[in-house]
């Protein structure tokens, strides 16, 4: 089922279309490119959603009304169609079409593909692609006779107008059947003609085998995939559909936790340099130096971190964990123990705000070990340093020499970590913050700065990942969860406040007044920076705006500066540095702030257009505050209507701390998205029916069962079903993402 669609009966221009617009390249994923929804023959459309203006959307439906149109500007005429659905109707506008109108007689059924747009409220179509289905009920059959008057009738009245626009015999046949499928389209590739191909490869379809053996299925009550491929694009039934999307569900998660296993498997066949516990070392040393004593939970990680260390193969290892939770420390002593053992460590960094705050937090918890070089430093101390892209050439320089050399035991740095002229005398670990954050390339890159085998690899996220969310997008990566709070955090409470009520707004400045005269600092944040050149929405504050009217107006006796992501590193650097220091009382920013800044002394957090930010993006945001001795207060100011769905995401961020619950929430709350790492790696979603919130049986049971199967035959060499499946299932753009991460 995976050879190559230009081997089938699809003719060459669908082949093309399918490969360029939906990255479909063989029979087996095209075959597992399913119907987004189905018609049924007595219902014209299940778009129930109103489409907002400049979606692309599909519409089956009866013609209402077809009329000339004169034009006002010159002496022409359109041609205006009005079709209905069950759900509303739609304005439909042709150029150079007389000919159509007396086909598109009322109760004619069209098919319509086009971008939206709306007049006076009105959905408007403007020359759509389309498709003619002349009546086929029981008392009046179209025969191909009268299609061919159709064709030659079009191809006489406009030259080139084929019959491509009227269903053929084969599409009536099809589309008079109760139900209907209907595909995710683009603007160059229409449902229709994805079910046309479908159909093809599916009548030249031969039985190879299915993935699971009689058993198996058994035990799971699953049909064949080859009868759940048919009955997904031609259903007889509800039920059938049901059958199929069972059976494909299971596929689904089936072909992601094979490709998963096997790059398990293949990492451990890497070498990475042995790092076990050095007695005395520097982690010893940063350990009896620490104020606190470990939580119990930093100790079972770093136990864990500790075993992967002392091997030979990479550790690959996500590390999650609460806002606060202590990941940096737990990180920090894993990398010591790398520099113990002589070879250096990397921090890769999102942003450079970021990378600044791990070096600055970095070189203070290890104080007189991380000034290698320097009086007064420790005997067996070690050198921090940063390496940004918007270094001076000077100290550039000097940081790649202290790299290369091996001076520097802990680098860390932004993207520029990853330019070819960089280069490390020994590599040995990787720390990489909010994986989510860096492409493929990227991470790959880093890991080959190693000349002989692979560095050891962590990545670490304040993001909490739902357990299924961790099976599917970290699969190949073994998991340390940090959920216990260190001692001496403190709560943070949060509120909404309506942006609409005056006395309210004023109020949260007030507020914000009373933590500054306590002696403490406050965060605004804001979605957008307000140097923009395209209009903002009516409702939207920016940066620049309320820094403004804070600095003049409502805080105008406190000091306030702003700082966001296209100021140069000096300039962020140094209002960074003032906030920290406690010389600003209040730093208005965009999102920059977002992850490990880190300001003991705010104690208060305002995000201005909450609405605008997702469920676990504000959880973020709000985990800069509370971080020292005083409690946190955050307020989401907010334009959201009363029981609207941003009204509902915002009051559950206030309701809750625990970031694996809002996690939760906020992939229900949200479209699940493709959880192959559609921002990592292109190409369009390749699940499409297992869900992460309901399916975590399914997914353990898959994982359980492609471990199996993986560890005895690698290279999938006995089990050419289920080596196919996963290439059908799991694109080629994807394929990538899972053996590299």
């Not at 990397?346 to 000034?371: F, K, N, S, W």
Request: hydrophobic share 40%; charged share 25%; glycine share 8%.
């Amino acid at each position: 089922m995976a050879s190559d669609l230009a081997a089938t009966s699809v003719p060459p221009a669908v082949v093309a279309k399918l490969a360029d617009e939906l990255e479909l390249t063989t029979v087996g994923a095209l075959l597992h490119y399913v119907p987004r929804r189905y018609l049924s023959r007595h219902v014209a459309s299940m778009e129930e959603d109103l489409p907002e203006a400049g979606d692309w959307i599909n519409v089956v439906g009866e013609v209402r009304k077809a009329e000339m149109i004169p034009m006002r500007q010159r002496k022409a005429s359109f041609l205006k169609v009005v079709v209905a659905d069950d759900h509303r109707t739609y304005e439909v506008s042709f150029f150079n079409a007389r000919w159509m109108k007396s086909r598109l007689l009322p109760g004619t059924r069209m098919a319509l593909a086009g971008t939206v747009k709306y007049f006076r409220g009105q959905i408007q179509l403007s020359h759509p692609e389309w498709l003619i289905l002349p009546d086929v009920s029981d008392d009046k059959v179209i025969g191909s006779a009268m299609l061919s008057e159709l064709y030659e009738e079009a191809e006489a009245q406009t030259p080139g107008a084929d019959g491509d626009h009227i269903a053929s015999a084969e599409d009536l046949d099809h589309f008079s059947r109760e139900i209907v499928p209907m595909y995710p389209a683009t603007k160059k590739i229409q449902t229709w003609e994805i079910w046309r191909a479908v159909r093809t490869v599916l009548g030249e379809l031969d039985d190879a085998g299915d993935a699971l053996s009689p058993q198996q299925r058994s035990d799971r009550g699953l049909i064949t995939t080859a009868d759940a491929l048919r009955m997904i694009h031609l259903p007889e039934s509800q039920t059938q559909i049901t059958e199929a999307r069972r059976r494909l569900k299971f596929d689904e998660a089936m072909a992601v936790q094979t490709a998963l296993a096997q790059a398990r498997v293949a990492a451990g066949t890497e070498s990475a340099p042995a790092c076990p516990h050095v007695p005395g070392g520097l982690e010893d040393k940063l350990r009896a130096s620490l104020p606190f004593e470990l939580t119990a939970g930093q100790e079972a990680v770093l136990s864990e971190i500790g075993d992967d260390l002392a091997a030979t193969h990479p550790m690959n290892r996500l590390l999650q964990g609460e806002v606060g939770s202590g990941k940096t420390l737990v990180s920090l002593l894993a990398m010591l123990r790398a520099v113990d053992n002589g070879y250096q460590c990397a921090i890769l960094a999102p942003t450079e705000v970021l990378a600044a705050q791990h070096h600055r937090t970095v070189t203070a918890m290890l104080g007189d070990l991380a000034r290698a070089g320097e009086l007064g430093a420790a005997d067996d101390a070690t050198k921090v340093v940063l390496l940004t892209g918007s270094m001076k050439t000077g100290p550039r320089k000097q940081t790649m020499l202290d790299i290369v050399t091996g001076q520097a035991g802990i680098v860390v740095g932004t993207h520029a970590l990853l330019e070819d002229n960089v280069e490390f005398f020994d590599l040995g670990m990787v720390v990489v913050d909010e994986q989510h954050r860096f492409g493929v390339e990227q991470r790959d890159a880093l890991r080959n700065k190693r000349k002989i085998g692979r560095p050891h690899f962590l990545v670490m996220t304040a993001t909490p990942i739902p357990r299924t969310v961790a099976m599917i997008t970290f699969g190949d990566l073994d998991t340390s969860s940090l959920s216990e709070l260190p001692k001496g955090r403190q709560p943070i409470a949060s509120s909404v406040v309506p942006m609409g009520k005056a006395n309210w707004v004023d109020r949260v400045w007030e507020r914000a007044g009373e933590e500054i005269d306590k002696g403490r600092q406050v965060y605004v944040v804001c979605s957008r920076i307000g140097d923009e050149k395209s209009a903002p929405d009516a409702d939207e504050i920016s940066v620049l705006d309320l820094w403004q009217e804070l600095s003049t107006e409502k805080l105008a006796d406190r000091s306030v500066d702003y700082l966001h992501g296209r100021m140069t590193a000096e300039e962020k650097t140094e209002v960074m540095d003032r906030f920290t220091r406690g010389d600003l009382d209040v730093l208005v920013a965009t999102t920059v702030i977002e992850v490990g800044v880190d300001v003991p002394n705010a104690s208060m957090m305002v995000i201005v257009n909450a609405e605008r930010f997702g469920v676990s993006q504000l959880h973020q945001l709000r985990g800069r505050v509370g971080r020292g001795e005083h409690p946190g207060l955050c307020l989401l100011m907010t334009t959201a209507s009363p029981g609207s769905g941003a009204m509902e995401r915002l009051e559950a961020v206030a309701g809750s701390n625990d970031g694996f619950e809002l996690a939760r929430i906020d992939l229900q709350q949200r479209r699940e998205g493709d959880v192959l790492g559609a921002t990592q790696a292109g190409g369009v979603s390749s699940l499409h029916f297992l869900s992460l919130l309901d399916d975590v049986d399914i997914i353990a049971d898959a994982r359980d069962l492609a471990t199996a199967i993986v560890d005895e035959d690698l290279s999938l060499a006995d089990h050419r079903a289920l080596a196919d499946l996963v290439d059908s299932v799991v694109l080629p753009s994807k394929m990538g993402y899972l053996e590299k991460s």
